[in-house]
């Protein structure tokens, strides 16, 4: 795979859902991002060492919403007629290189403004796996990425809210108060 083949594309079919994450339409990427945004399904992948470290990404420079920002492993949306085990597979290749056992934790609805430029507004299926592969990032969609402890990540979180997703914020409170024990069986 090269480190920089374009994977995300504007003009992409997202699927459109309501509250219970029933599909009801299909609408292009950029629709879906503009305003508050329209409410679409998507994914946050959260990839651990054996060492139980985050591999944390930071979002590419060229992104819309949150450019620079440091959010989780791997998040996207699955498209058009595509099913979320083949999406979260098919987007940890693309952005990182890397292939694991992904398991589901939960789902959730968000919505978040990024000032006047657009929004993300999601019910997000949130997975968990474990790789010690080495990272081969994509530099279309990741600016760097590090490893991280739990404690540490819930300090920065804590101490430098505003160099995070307000995604990764959202999921990993949820993570640490409710699913420790499924990092500590990675």
């Known amino acids: 795979m090269s480190d920089n083949k374009i994977v995300s594309f504007d003009d992409e079919m ?3 859902v309501d509250e219970n994450d029933n ?3 299909y609408k292009l990427k950029a629709d879906c991002h503009r ?3 329209i409410l679409h399904r998507a ?8 060492d139980k470290e985050l591999i944390l990404q930071q979002r590419s420079s060229q992104k819309l919403l949150w450019p620079l920002f440091w959010s989780n492993t ?3 949306h699955p498209r058009k007629g595509e099913e979320m085990n083949r999406a979260i597979n098919r987007r940890l290749k693309e952005e990182l290189g890397l292939t694991s056992d992904l398991k589901f934790l939960f789902k959730f609805q968000y919505q978040a403004n990024f000032g006047k430029i657009g929004a ?9 796996g474990k790789s010690d592969a080495r990272v081969v990032e994509n530099k279309n969609e990741i600016a760097g990425w590090r490893l991280i402890s739990v404690p540490d990540l ?7 809210p505003g160099q ?6 959202k999921e990993w409170q949820r993570i640490t108060t409710d699913f420790m024990h499924e990092i500590e069986r990675l």
Not at 164 to 169: D, S, Y
Request: proline fraction near 2%; glycine fraction near 4%.
């Open 164 to 169: 995070f997703t307000p995604w990764l914020k």
């Open 35 to 37: 305003g508050d945004g």
């Open 43 to 50: 994914f946050s992948l959260f990839i651990f060492t054996s």
């Open 14 to 16: 997202l699927i459109v």
């Open 23 to 25: 599909i009801l339409d």
């Open 120 to 128: 993300e507004n999601e019910i997000c299926s949130v997975f968990i």
């Open 74 to 76: 791997c998040c996207s």
């Open 154 to 160: 819930t300090r920065d979180i804590s101490d430098i």
